[in-house]
């Protein structure tokens, strides 16, 4: 027991420094998790006070070398060492630990807490004990659950304004801030944030308003996302919103009321996020929306997380096709990352996050997409000049009769070098050298995914090109095209 107990101090303390990392680097996000809380469940079964606990000690440690050093060989236990920190600095290090351990007597964590609570931060053991005013104070919360998950809702709309996780204090503090200053103040506050977006009808691009520089571009998934559920202003037009108020409601109640992502808690800026998109044709019809919280809809539309329609019910996946919430070693991540790097990729060439989903998806059993191809209008992001506007598209009857023809023509040897054409440099663009590119190509035409006597779509060509491997790239330092 005692060698056990070792082991996971050592463990403990060997997880400090990769938990920071994964935290300042945002890694879980490639696995389209929505935060380190969640990681954190996922992989430690931990609750998110656990987690922020963990993130304290681990920074605190980086200025108490000796605790460390101690908690290493087994000395001193996380939950004593979580309770030191809250009070030692590098000044009384020596003497917080000396007291915590003296005569070799094991202390619980419980024991230090209650003498913890009782001192400021920067006091010695000695001294004599802070007034009460500056003692911590244990204060549990009993209420219902729908209360208790509104708790929940107002600290993570704590920490979106913050732009960082908050801790009870912190999250008291502004509470009893906003309700002792009055309604006034409180309104004001409690106003959504909004910013104006411009973003291109045909392209995508987008641009933000900033006071003194004018408009300047921001990340395009930022207009995607603004997009899929926006108030959506056109000159000379009143706001329409996007989406109905009635639709909106049977979606969130349909999603209780909360991100549909399993295991994701945030209720807070949910989105009403279209699977697929308006401008790719699809509608407001309950089975093409999905409530997602501001974290997970910016991951969908980078192809992190990949939201699908699953007889009849909502299905998420990581990038690389493996279930949402699964969670591996490096490699694991790598893979992800590249994956939706070729999400990216194939958005920026085709201006379609369906033809991308359907491409890279990497095996069949969702329900099959009863439209045609409705990317046959759209021109690439990088073609699009500055006037495009939305009524240069054809009419979607007449795109989808074209897309049909196009299925049902027979091949023929001009057209298939244009698709060839195309789709090799889509592959160019996810990170295959030409050569890559034309030996996949060739596989795939020559294997039997594609059926005989009619010309494959650019979607089929791709996925069956992606499927020819080995020719394997890994993630690019770069990035896509579309970040730059
Ligand atoms: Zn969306
Ligand atoms: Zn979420």
Redesign the pocket.
Known sequence: MVAIARRRAADDVALLEPLLIAAETRAYELLGL?SIQEYGARLFGWGGRQTRERLRVASAMRSLPEMRERWARGELTYTVVRELSRVATPAEENEWIAWATTGGVRRTGHEVQQVVMRHRRGARPTDAPAPFEEQRVRVVLEMSGSEASRLAEVRSVAAQRLGHSVDDETLAKMLFDAFLRGSEAGERESSPHQVKLTVCDRCGATERESGAEGLVPVDPVVGEVALCDAQVLRAGERAAQTVPPATRRAVLRRDEG????PG???AAF?DVHHIDRQVEGGGHELANLAS??????D?AHRGRLVVRRHEGDLRFERADGQPYGAIGGAADTARCASASQHFEAVVAGTGSERFAREALRPAAGDDPVKSPDPTAGLAPRSQCGEGARRDELAPRSQRGEGARRDELAPRSHAAEAALREEVAGLLTSMGYRTREAEWLLDRALAGDELSVGRAPSKVELLRAALRAGPPRVEARKGGSRRRR
């Open positions: 929505g909360k991100c549909a992502v994701c808690r945030h949910v997602l919280c501001s974290v997970h809809h991951a």
